[in-house]
């Protein structure tokens, strides 16, 4: 069991939040973890990247001259890939990079890797983060007093708000998700994790968790 200090806006410890990470995940597959975020990543390249072999440029196939007799050493065409303008040697053709990884091993890396942020102490909870209009300079100030300004952050909210997603997009390495779009890149990728209660409570009830806070 792990007890999480509850903190407000003003870098104040206002409870504790008590949580077992094996709740989440009973262990830890480091290989699972890899495979998936291998996933996401070869997920998103496009793969539209063309280039032009020797049989695809423009130029003459005549040989260039006469095999012997020179002094050079003997040459074909223009199309030559060693040749200025001919075509590649190797080339590149358009292909599809996606990995297919199951659903549910999907599921589980994301439950596994928020437990093991927890267990890294690499999470840290904030009673609640709304704000009435966008306002970027105030989302600054809470992340200095929480002691996380400066480095590499994701704020974990329980679902989408305008206002808070406008107050955090200006910010240099800091990335907002609603639980419903945490998977495990985004949870491993940054630092730390900056999660309200309301937040891992609805992480906690999509798995089947109860949650349980206490007040300082």
């Known amino acids: ?46 793969g539209t990247f063309q280039s032009k072999g020797r049989g695809q440029v423009a130029g003459t196939t005549k040989k260039m001259y006469r095999q012997k007799g020179t002094g050079n050493a003997r040459a074909g065409s223009r199309r030559s890939p060693i040749r200025r303008g001919g ?22 890396a994301t439950r596994m890797a928020l437990a093991a942020r927890i267990s890294d102490n690499e999470v840290k909870l904030i009673d609640e983060l709304t704000f009435p209009g966008p306002k970027t300079k105030d989302m600054a100030a809470i992340l200095k007093a929480l002691k996380m300004d400066g480095m ?15 107050s955090i997009r200006n910010l240099a390495d800091v990335s907002v998700l609603p639980v419903s779009d945490l998977n495990a890149l985004e949870v491993l990728r940054p630092r730390a994790v900056l999660m309200t209660k309301a937040a891992l409570d609805a992480f906690r009830q999509k798995t089947g968790g109860t ?3 206490t007040q300082a």
């Open 152 to 166: 590499r952050l994701l704020v974990a909210v329980p679902g989408y708000d305008v206002n808070l997603y406008k």
């Open 87 to 108: 075509g590649h040697a190797f080339a590149k053709t358009p292909r599809d990079f996606r990995v297919r990884v199951p659903k549910r091993a999907v599921q589980l």
């Open 211 to 213: 949650k349980t806070t």
């Open 1 to 46: 069991m792990v007890s999480l200090p509850v903190y407000n806006r003003a870098g104040q410890e206002v409870g504790t939040y008590e949580i077992d990470p094996g709740e989440l995940a009973p262990r830890i597959s480091k290989q699972l973890l890899h495979d998936v975020v291998v996933m996401y990543q070869a997920n998103r390249r496009q």
